[in-house]
């Protein structure tokens, strides 16, 4: 029987990232072949990355860049914050951020990428199992434009926080107004760019909504039809980012703000953590319960 060393277990270690125990049990099933050791645990990390899969990842990191005319944003979630911190999600992170620049027309073409020799989806499952938490990659976004202006709020790390924003622009003073335009992207959270961006069906559903609400309160038609104009443009001040009061100087929209400074807003993405997904509710009392027993 070959001697499983302290040596041994330590170095697959290193290489693995995986527990002792967990290193020294490989190593004897594989009669100490350090190589067969590594397979052996990457398959076995892919039974556990599976078994996690359906816990709730609704923490992580958002991360961005940006290179020339052209900026990637992705959001890679985790079950807990304490995760997020982890130097070694947060470097593979920063990671598929770069390959997301040139890789990132879906978060499916994303995860088929490849990463140091293997997909970016099996490099996560790989980091599931090294860290023991569930994982994903949620989302990706890629902006390009004269200008790109990328902002991060809640910094963790460079180009890593709870909401990114990347913005294109042109225009001589794009990058100064575009990091304004930004900062108030993240804090009033516009869905669409323009009125025109807005989608018919989108429209269409708030107009039913708000002319039924008209028509309950009994007035005529013609009354009705008014106040539907009146809150469809409130709707759009709520949504539509040109249309925004701008958070800076609440006395002019965003538009306003924007062609003073002679510039033009082309498009722009915004991630905030873990928006949409639903959290895990626990219930105390049935908890405490299941544990009198």
Do not use: W
């Given at each position: 029987m070959v001697e499983i060393t302290a040596k041994l277990v330590g170095e697959l270690r290193e290489k693995t990232g995986v527990g002792m125990m967990e290193?020294?049990?490989?190593?004897?099933?594989?009669?100490?072949?350090?190589?067969?050791?590594?397979?052996?645990?990457?398959?076995?990390?892919?039974?556990?990355?599976?078994?996690?899969?359906?816990?709730?990842?609704?923490?992580?990191?958002?991360?961005?860049?940006?290179?020339?005319?052209?900026?990637?944003?992705?959001?890679?979630?985790?079950?807990?914050?304490?995760?997020?911190?982890?130097?070694?999600?947060?470097?593979?992170?920063?990671?598929?951020?770069?390959?997301?620049?040139?890789?990132?027309?879906?978060?499916?073409?994303?995860?088929?990428?490849?990463?140091?020799?293997?997909?970016?989806?099996?490099?996560?499952?790989?980091?599931?199992a090294k860290i023991g938490e569930n994982m994903s990659l949620r989302r990706v976004a890629v902006v390009e434009g004269e200008t790109v202006v990328p902002y991060i709020h809640t910094v963790t790390a460079e180009g890593l926080g709870k909401i990114g924003v990347l913005v294109a622009l042109?225009?001589?003073?794009?990058?100064?107004?575009?990091?304004?335009?930004?900062?108030?992207?993240?804090?009033?959270?516009?869905?669409?760019?323009?009125?025109?961006?807005?989608?018919?069906?989108?429209?269409?559903?708030?107009?039913?909504?708000?002319?039924?609400?008209?028509?309950?309160?009994?007035?005529?038609?013609?009354?009705?039809?008014?106040?539907?104009?009146?809150?469809?443009?409130?709707f759009y001040e709520e949504t539509v980012l040109l249309e925004q009061a701008f958070i800076m100087d609440p006395d002019k929209k965003v538009k306003d703000v924007v062609a003073e400074a002679g510039c033009t807003v082309t498009s722009f993405a915004r991630f905030n953590l873990g928006e949409g997904i639903e959290k895990k509710q626990e219930d105390f009392a049935a908890e405490v319960a299941k544990q009198i027993g």
């Open positions: 290193c020294k049990k490989a190593l004897v099933a594989c009669e100490g072949d350090l190589e067969k050791a590594i397979d052996f645990l990457r398959k076995k990390g892919v039974s556990v990355a599976e078994k996690k899969a359906g816990r709730v990842a609704n923490q992580g990191l958002v991360g961005l860049t940006v290179k020339g005319n052209k900026g990637a944003v992705v959001e890679l979630n985790s079950e807990t914050d304490f995760v997020a911190k982890n130097t070694d999600f947060q470097a593979f992170l920063k990671q598929v951020v770069d390959l997301a620049l040139d890789n990132g027309k879906d978060i499916e073409t994303l995860k088929a990428a490849s990463l140091n020799g293997k997909t970016v989806q099996d490099n996560l499952v790989d980091l599931i042109t225009g001589a003073n794009a990058a100064d107004v575009g990091k304004k335009v930004a900062m108030h992207i993240a804090a009033s959270a516009p869905k669409f760019l323009s009125i025109a961006d807005v989608d018919a069906d989108t429209a269409a559903h708030e107009k039913g909504i708000y002319a039924e609400q008209a028509r309950a309160s009994g007035k005529p038609e013609a009354i009705i039809e008014k106040m539907v104009e009146g809150r469809m443009r409130k």
